[in-house]
C-alpha cells in the first residue's frame, strides 16, 4: 500500500517558539495564522439563521441561489462575464479544494503538479495525495512535458504578489499546449492595497472605489481569449467575510472540468451544509461589508508596515492580501525566534518552499488593540545576535 508520505504540519514545527513568545509579559501578539478576528457581519449571521430549518440533503452543486450569486460576483468584482450554472461550484472552503483537486481532475504518479517557486504549502499536499511529482516553478517555459495541474496564485500567499493581464494569459496558453488544467487561487482578490494597473481593472461598475478594485482574475475575458478549457478560478469568502468558521468556498470555469470535479464531489459527499450556502449567496450579494473590512485591514497593514521597516525590516512585494512579506537579512527562524522576545509570533518563509528562506509571514488578523501593541513592541525590537535561541527544537 503506497504512503500519503505528508510532512509534518508546518505550524508544529514552531510550537516551542511560540511558548516563549506567550511567556511575554503582556501575552503572545500571534500574527503567524491568516485567521480572522472580527465578527461575522450581521447580515451573513442572519442569513444563516434564516436557513437552519436544513431538513434535507443539501445539493452538491450547490442551490440554484447560490450558484447565481457566485455568477453575479464573478461579473460585479472580477469582470467575468458569461459564466452559467455549469460552470461554477462551491466547496467546504478553499483548501480542501486545493488538496484535493489534482487527484480530482486525474493526476496520478508520474505526472507532475506544477505550484509557484513561493507557494502556500496545501499545493504541495494536493500533488502528494496524488501521487504525483511537485514543480515548483513561475516560468511557464520551464514547464514540463508531464504536467497535469498548474497552480498560479495572485494575490500570493505569502508575498503578496500580483500578477498581471499579461502574465496569467502566457501562463494558460503554456498549460494549453501541455493539455494541463491551470488553477488560480485568487482568495485574497479583494484585498488589494495598491490596486491592479489600470490596464489590468476590470470595468468599473461606476462605485468610484478603483483603489480597492480587486486583482484580475484567470477567467477575464483578456486573459481566456474566448475560451474557458480547462481553466478554473478558486476562491474563499474567509478573508473577505470572516467565514473562515463557515468553511464557504467556490470554483468557477471550464464547464468540463466543473463537472468531472462535481461527479467526484457527489461520491465523496463533499457538499457545503444547506445554511452555509444560503449565507454564502447573502455574502457574495452585499459589498458593503466587504468594504468595511477591508478598510480594517489597511489600517492595521498601515501601522504595522512602517513599525516593522523602523526596526529593520525591508517589506518584498506584499502590493495585495492579507499579509507583509519581510526579512532582515537573516534566517527566518532566527528572525522568528528574536520575535518571541518582544512577544510576536510570524510564520517563517521556510514554511513556503525554500528551506533557506531569510524572509517571515507577518499577518494584519490581530484585533487593532494588538496590532498597535505589536508595533509598540516593534518599536524596542532587538539588534544584534538572537537571544536564548529555541530555532534548535524546531
Known amino acids: 500500500m503506497r504512503s500519503l508520505d505528508l510532512p509534518d504540519f508546518p505550524w508544529d514545527r514552531i510550537e516551542p517558539i511560540k511558548q516563549r513568545a506567550a511567556r511575554h509579559e503582556d501575552g503572545l501578539i500571534d500574527l503567524s495564522v491568516g485567521s480572522p478576528v472580527d465578527e461575522t457581519p450581521a447580515v451573513i449571521r442572519e442569513a444563516l439563521r434564516e436557513a437552519t430549518d436544513a431538513h434535507a440533503y443539501p445539493a452538491t452543486a450547490g442551490s440554484e441561489e447560490l450558484r447565481q450569486a457566485i ?8 469582470g467575468v462575464t458569461g459564466l452559467e450554472h455549469r460552470n461554477v461550484l462551491p466547496t467546504i472552503g478553499s483548501k480542501e479544494f486545493i488538496a484535493t483537486a489534482p487527484l480530482m481532475l486525474g493526476a496520478r504518479p508520474g505526472d507532475a503538479v506544477v505550484v509557484p517557486v513561493t507557494a502556500y504549502p496545501t499545493y504541495e499536499i494536493g500533488a502528494r495525495l496524488a501521487g504525483a511529482e511537485t514543480v515548483r516553478s513561475d516560468d ?15 494575490p500570493g500567499n505569502p508575498d503578496g504578489r500580483v500578477l498581471g493581464i499579461g502574465q496569467l494569459r502566457a501562463a494558460v496558453l503554456r498549460a494549453r499546449e501541455l493539455g494541463a488544467v491551470i488553477i488560480s487561487d485568487e482568495c485574497y482578490a479583494e484585498l488589494n492595497w495598491q490596486g491592479a494597473d489600470a490596464a489590468d481593472r476590470p470595468a468599473s461598475d461606476g462605485d468610484g472605489d478603483g483603489d480597492s478594485a480587486p486583482t ?47 461527479e467526484a464531489r457527489k461520491h465523496a459527499g463533499l457538499m457545503p451544509p444547506a445554511p452555509v450556502q444560503h449565507a454564502m449567496a447573502v455574502a457574495l450579494g452585499d459589498d458593503a461589508h466587504v468594504a468595511k473590512q477591508r478598510e480594517r485591514y489597511r489600517a492595521r497593514r498601515e501601522l504595522l508596515k512602517p513599525a516593522l521597516e523602523a526596526a529593520g525590516f525591508r517589506i518584498d512585494h506584499s502590493a495585495a492580501g492579507l499579509y507583509l512579506w519581510a526579512t532582515e537579512g537573516r534566517p527566518a527562524i532566527e528572525t522568528l525566534d528574536r520575535l518571541a522576545g518582544i512577544g510576536i509570533l510570524a510564520a517563517p518563509g521556510t514554511f513556503y518552499g525554500d528551506p533557506e528562506s531569510q524572509h517571515v509571514r507577518f499577518a494584519l488578523t490581530a484585533s487593532d488593540d494588538r496590532m498597535a501593541l505589536a508595533a509598540e513592541r516593534l518599536a524596542r525590537f532587538p539588534s544584534g545576535e538572537a537571544i536564548r535561541s529555541s530555532a534548535a527544537a524546531i
Open 140 to 154: 511557464p517555459a520551464e514547464w514540463p512535458a508531464n504536467t497535469r495541474v498548474v497552480w498560479v496564485n495572485s
Open 216 to 262: 484580475p482574475s484567470i477567467l477575464d475575458p483578456r486573459v481566456l481569449g474566448g475560451s474557458r478549457l480547462d481553466t478554473l478560478a478558486v476562491y474563499s469568502l474567509s478573508k473577505q467575510s470572516n467565514l473562515a468558521g463557515y468553511r464557504a468556498g467556490l470554483v468557477a470555469g471550464c464547464g468540463r472540468r466543473i463537472a468531472q470535479l462535481l
Open 71 to 78: 455568477i453575479d460576483w464573478f461579473a460585479r468584482r472580477r
